[in-house]
């Protein structure tokens, strides 16, 4: 079963307007993270945001938020106020110990497109 | 401090030779990943070192591959004889805690392997 689903090969948007990006996961284990990983042109992979398991409330850096939903198991990354730069793949990734010893799985991207 | 870092950062080969790629991680961790993006598809987990031990290899994808990490610092992955189907770009991530799924992997800026 595919643990990481992002179901945006591609996603475009408007110079200083808010983007979603779509994420959910699967596991049984309780206690798990969930990552987002912004990938340039340049290739490096660039970690963003973090959202626990067991956290109250969404996590937040800067222009990036996670719009955590627990129960339907989803983690949308939430980017405000695009810019250039932020075109790019956004890949979703989750630690989970239930059989994957912590390997971080990768989701399968969003290319995003920011529109001047 | 110094991030993850990768060398090269591009090598052609054809197929049937022989290419090394190295992995130097941030100084004081004990993990190290290689992942693996062939064009187009996920992001795929090949192996974990911890310290100099290979802790998990189950995304190794043959024989073909080969891993080391002598002296638990830096690592190489050496890929012999080389086939087309390798071609992809080759990161490398190391991070400081093990059994921690809110621990990130810190990424280096991969290697863009091609085999003609």
């Known amino acids: 079963a595919q643990k990481i689903t992002q179901t945006q090969p591609g996603m475009f948007v408007q110079e200083k307007e808010a983007v979603t990006l779509d994420c959910t996961y699967d596991t049984s284990d309780p206690s798990y993270g969930l990552f987002w990983y912004k990938q340039p042109s340049s290739g490096e992979m660039i970690f963003l945001i973090y959202q626990g398991s067991y956290d109250q409330q969404n996590a937040t850096e800067g222009r990036y938020s996670l719009n955590f939903q627990k129960a339907r198991k989803s983690a949308n990354l939430v980017i405000s106020a695009s810019q250039l730069g932020d075109s790019a793949m956004y890949f979703c990734a989750m630690r989970d110990s239930g059989g994957s010893n912590y390997k971080l799985t990768f989701g399968k991207g969003t290319l995003l497109t920011v529109n001047p | 401090e110094a991030g993850v870092t990768q060398f090269p950062s591009h090598s052609v080969i054809e197929k049937g030779q022989t290419v090394t790629l190295r992995c130097d991680p941030i100084s004081g961790h004990d993990n190290l990943y290689w992942y693996r993006r062939v064009m187009g598809k996920e992001i795929k987990f090949l192996l974990h070192f911890v310290k100099e031990s290979k802790q998990d290899e189950s995304g190794m994808p043959n024989n073909r591959f080969l891993a080391e990490r002598t002296g638990g610092t830096y690592s190489t992955l050496k890929v012999q004889p080389a086939e087309l189907e390798d071609s992809g770009v080759y990161f490398c991530?190391?991070?400081?805690?093990?059994?921690?799924?809110?621990?990130?992997?810190?990424f280096g800026n991969g290697t863009r392997l091609t085999v003609t």
């Open positions: 991530a190391s991070s400081q805690h093990q059994g921690a799924y809110n621990s990130p992997l810190h």
